[in-house]
């Protein structure tokens, strides 16, 4: 992992541009993948699970008898973690609920806001090697706790037709409705605009490769709803004197081992401290599985050393992460001069993995620097806030000419009119 | 305004359908338009607002003598209507912040959120016959609330360079940090990528024309928040013998005087109700001076009779309006019959005007059947919101185990390792 001591001001832009894929042709293919599915919706699904994921199924529903199936299959320990994981995210996302809260703004004019949860969600969750059950947690939790009536769920099954036994079981812990058997842009398309087997949804949410991204991308600007826009995913630890190298560069690797494309930046104050962690993580290296994977990924990382704590923070909020680890003894005095991250991580035993699993926070994150808008999947991802407001006569009384006179200067007179016509009314009795 | 009697539900569907402008080629239009701005920044401000607009600036700030100057031109009582509105607005949004709730999901393990302010946000206000100032309270309130550091406003002057003094003198009174005149594609362009003059912004928000909203929708796609996909507006009505015709008319027509594209829905179960609003209506569409307007919009609206109040609600939902007016003396007992709306007016009293300027909820409100998923703006559209966690050593303890499990069942060795490596440690103390 390259060292940079004290970069000038001027670099820390483009230290933090994040590399960009070669997406060339991949938005008119996605395109051609949407359009047949909208157009041909089952068929078209099953022409692409042929070609792409060479599976062919006569049908693409999970059966009840799957999931029973595979509630067996799952060793008892894992279903323990997995509800230890359940009951910590359930705690946090259930504090989200926001209490409806009545201001009479003038005498007579009530205002409030009510979640409202969006009817019918889709959740993604990728295949490949590994099965990613824990977004199942993280999506399906805040899903069921918002009351969405419909919480369907989308994954490629292997070669054979089979989904991983312990995705189906999270799945039909959390309460997902229904489970059907697809993957890729034709699932966000089949989400979005619906088949014969699978219901359209109003909002798709979960993380997938560059298919199903610029799928989301796509239908998104057709109404749909997606959960935020993805790229690699990333950590930034910042580290001080006190903090413990072997935890440190254990942290890093863990994000390294994600994917060839993640970053892991570490920005301390101490030059030390770097040489330190650097050490212990090449150590560390030789032990993983996915070594080959993470060596890449360091490659395209880098350790800052910054002359005080205050650049390093200033450095986080320029590079805006999605994880955030503070590695020291000081981190809760810190929070205040944090700006744009995804989610935080106070102290040498609060690693990146808690938050991945079963801390209680949200793993889906905004990456890319998109922090810098964007907040991480939450309870209000799976609702709409709607906005009342009672106006009685007294209120129209007291708003009404405010009401009146900007509607004019607007050189918009029915809108006046409608609230004259009720001045008058009121006056006339 | 046409009536259409009981109408199948299968046919609500299409009922609901929007109408779709053609938009062949204004995709690649507005793209030129970013490119150019991305790459020219003033200069092609300059040549674009040249074009476009017809007008020609030697620099498009506004000083603060134009809006010290502004101040003085606007009329006393519009003054106060404004800051009535204002406060109104305010009281309202305040009530918006959410307090930090920390959550011990087990214990040694705290979590909670945090909202931190979008530092740089960029608002877009349309130019044209009438200044549309109330949109400046409805983004630049919240904004100042949450505290975003950086406030532009970006909106199109006249012929002769000038900006309406009610727009200034809005902005300056909420807050706005800098106002330029620019509008159209190329302002949404500078505020995303940032020119000479005009800062780049995390997130744009704001209504406008085709080429605005295209532009919107573009700069999205990298990673540019924005407040939410547009439409024509529109209302719906639900009104029951305990509804005032007139009334239900002025707010129908009050809808329809926005734009030709508008939309003004009328759902009620009374035939005579339908009856004496749409002879109101007709009545009260001759005195208002965009009548031409409305004339249009009401000719694509129409009125429902439908069976019992159930099914009046049931295709509000279907449809997903803007606004719902409930005129009614009984609107109250309805609220939780409602799913998909931007915002809600109760009673014969809560006309949609006193929302659109003054009852101090937000008029930014999602159009096009996007309530099914979409929120209006509100303070959280202001706010990331960051989640924290604290894991202490008995937290790790706790939650370890279960970490362990999950991330090596997800084949993530390295996940797992940063748990081990601190379980270690202090079972070694």
Redesign the interface.
């Known amino acids: 992992m390259r060292i940079i001591n004290n970069p000038k001001k001027s670099t820390w832009e483009s230290l933090s541009t994040r590399a960009t894929i070669n997406k060339q042709g991949l938005g008119e293919t996605v395109q051609t993948i949407i359009n047949d599915v909208k157009l041909n919706k089952d068929k078209a699904i099953k022409k692409y699970s042929q070609l792409l994921d060479n599976v062919s199924l006569s049908s693409f529903s999970v059966t009840k008898n799957e999931i029973e199936d595979a509630k067996n299959l799952v060793s008892e320990?894992?279903k323990?973690?997995?509800r230890?994981?359940n009951?910590?995210?359930e705690?946090?996302h259930s504090?989200?609920k926001?209490k409806e809260?009545k201001?009479e703004?003038?005498e007579g004019?009530t205002?409030w806001?009510?979640s409202?949860p969006?009817?019918k969600v889709g959740l993604y969750i990728p295949g490949g090697?590994?099965?990613?059950?824990?977004t199942i947690l993280m999506l399906g939790i805040p899903a069921k706790l918002a009351g969405c009536e419909e919480i369907i769920l989308c994954t490629p099954p292997n070669k054979n037709g089979k989904i991983n036994p312990?995705i189906l079981y999270t799945a039909s812990l959390v309460g997902v409705t229904k489970i059907f058997k697809v993957g890729g842009a034709q699932a966000i398309a089949a989400m979005a605009y619906g088949t014969e087997t699978i219901p359209n949804v109003?909002?798709i949410l979960g993380p997938g490769n560059q298919f199903v991204t610029k799928a989301k991308?796509l239908v998104?600007?057709d109404?749909?709803?997606i959960d935020m826009?993805a790229g690699p995913s990333e950590v930034l630890v910042i580290a001080d004197e006190t903090s413990?190298p072997?935890?440190v560069a254990?942290?890093l690797?863990?994000q390294?081992?994600?994917g060839v494309d993640s970053q892991s930046i570490l920005v301390t104050t101490s030059n030390t401290v770097a040489q330190n962690v650097v050490t212990e993580l090449n150590k560390?290296l030789e032990?993983?599985?996915?070594k080959d994977i993470?060596i890449k990924a360091i490659e395209n990382s880098f350790c800052l050393v910054l002359e005080d704590i205050e650049s390093c923070f200033e450095f986080s909020n320029v590079y805006a992460p999605e994880h955030l680890i503070i590695a020291s003894n000081l981190?809760?005095s810190c929070?205040d001069k944090?700006?744009?991250?995804?989610?935080?991580?106070?102290?040498?035993?609060?690693?990146?993995?808690?938050?991945?699993?079963?801390?209680?926070?949200?793993h889906t994150l905004?990456t890319?620097?998109?922090?810098?808008?964007?907040?991480?999947v939450?309870l209000?991802s799976f609702?709409?806030?709607?906005?009342?407001?009672?106006?009685?006569?007294e209120?129209?009384k007291s708003?009404g000419?405010?009401?009146e006179?900007?509607?004019e200067?607007?050189?918009?007179?029915?809108?006046?009119?409608?609230?004259t016509?009720?001045l008058k009314?009121i006056n006339n009795v």
């Open positions: 320990e894992l323990q973690a997995i230890l994981a009951s910590n995210i705690k946090f504090s989200q926001e809260t201001i703004t003038t004019v205002c806001r009510k409202v969006i009817e090697t590994a099965p990613l059950f824990s312990v109003y909002k991308e998104q600007q109404g749909i709803a826009p413990k072997a935890f254990a942290d690797l863990s390294a081992e994600h560390q032990d993983i599985p996915r993470a981190a809760d929070i944090i700006k744009n991250v995804g989610s935080v991580f106070l102290g040498n035993y609060s690693c990146e993995s808690a938050g991945d699993y079963a801390s209680g926070t949200n905004p890319n620097g998109f922090s810098k808008s964007y907040s991480g939450s209000d609702v709409k806030k709607i906005t009342f407001q009672k106006v009685t006569k209120g129209i708003i000419n405010a009401i006179l900007m509607a200067a607007e050189g918009l007179q029915a809108h006046k009119n409608a609230v016509l009720r009314e």
